[in-house]
Nanobody
Framework: QVQLVESGGGLVETGGSLTLSCAVSGFTLDYLGFGWFRQAPGKEREEVSCIASESSRSSRTYYADSVKGRFTISRDDAKNMVYLQMNSLKPEDTAVYYC????????????????????WGQGTQVTVSS
């Protein structure tokens, strides 16, 4: 059973930066794609970013238009970690951020991963003050 634990959230001012971490355990990461989603109060969970599996050897990534150029997803399979570097944060980035592991990496890389096709962490709160 894959387990994911997010950390690194917090309160930051507009224009600031945060790095979210996702610790993965219970499975080999090679064949898993990883995504980051977020959910703001009263809104649906939305996919923010995705990174391809190591086995695909593609280094492909996906970013939602709203975060493109500001967020960077990365993975370190040797450490069983996935990261989301967030720069130039805006108040509209305020949300609970979730890490997800999935075998449906093609859908993830198109920003179309269905929430039922992954294993999720518990989330970490990011609050950006104006």
């Amino acid at each position: 059973q894959v387990q994911l634990v997010e950390s690194g959230g917090g309160l930051v001012e507009t224009g600031g930066s945060l790095t979210l971490s996702c610790a993965v355990s219970g499975f080999t990461l090679d064949y898993l794609g990883f995504g980051w989603f977020r959910q703001a109060p009263g809104k649906e969970r939305e996919e923010v970013s995705c990174i391809a599996s190591e086995s695909s050897r593609s280094s492909r990534t996906y970013y939602a238009d709203s975060v493109k150029g500001r967020f960077t997803i990365s993975r370190d399979d040797a450490k069983n970690m996935v990261y989301l570097q967030m720069n130039s944060l805006k108040p509209e980035d305020t949300a609970v951020y979730y890490c997800v592991a999935t075998y449906r990496e093609e859908e993830c890389l198109m920003g179309q991963l269905q929430t039922s096709f992954g294993t999720w962490g518990q989330g970490t709160q990011v609050t950006v003050s104006s």
